[in-house]
Nanobody, 114 residues
């Protein structure tokens, strides 16, 4: 199983970034997919989930600014991040889960300057 995250970078506050996570080795369309992030010195925190049926949930801190989506045809998860804030800085990780089967991708770094 591989989850390959990309799209991170350095952006000014108020800017936008789009993260991608290409999945292989799983039946992508049957898994709940998610994004998590970890700031320096802090624990990893949940950002958003998208379920196999397309339903989405968001952490309060990103609601209204971030949009999670998936393209089952190309086995790819996305996170559109708008109105970025310095507190959004961190390593962003994609996650797949189905029952007890869970996988993590490597992180992609997002840095938001003030």
């Amino acid at each position: 199983v591989q989850l390959q995250a990309s799209g991170g970078g350095l952006v000014q506050a108020g800017g936008s970034l789009r993260l991608s996570c290409a999945a292989s080795g799983i039946s992508f369309n049957t898994y709940r997919m998610g994004w998590y992030r970890q700031a320096p010195g802090k624990e990893r925190e949940w950002v958003a989930h998208i379920f196999a049926g397309g339903e989405t949930t968001y952490a309060d801190s990103v609601k209204g600014r971030f949009t999670i989506s998936r393209d089952n045809a190309v086995h790819t998860l996305y996170l559109q991040m708008n109105s970025l804030k310095p507190e959004d800085t961190g390593a962003y990780y994609c996650n797949s889960r189905k029952n007890g089967d869970m996988h993590w991708g490597q992180g992609t770094q997002v840095t938001v300057s003030s």
